[in-house]
């Protein structure tokens, strides 16, 4: 899926209440479409949740967006701290 379409997927689930999270791979795009609470990855496009077969890092990742879920006050986009194995 597209990083926009993400976007607007995302603030049409925020205007029903529901909260959101969006993990991006391109924080430049995410920016621009306003969404309520981002993380981001420096990893490959195609691999947000890192690299396979690693699912203790996998489990972090998406522990880290469900955090954000609960803890963010204000709209935000934050980097998460974890780096492609490989670059």
């Not at 924080?27 to 993380?39: C, E, G």
């Amino acid at each position: 899926m597209c990083h926009q379409s993400v976007g607007l997927v995302q603030g049409a689930l925020e205007r029903e209440g529901i909260a959101t999270v969006s993990l991006t791979l391109r924080p430049d795009i995410t920016a621009h479409m306003n969404v309520s609470r981002a993380a981001y990855v420096r990893f490959p496009l195609g691999n947000p949740f890192g690299e396979a077969n690693r699912p203790d890092h996998q489990r972090r990742i998406l522990a880290d967006l469900l955090r954000l879920v609960v803890e963010a006050e204000r709209p935000v986009l934050v980097e998460l701290p974890y780096r492609w194995r490989r670059m």
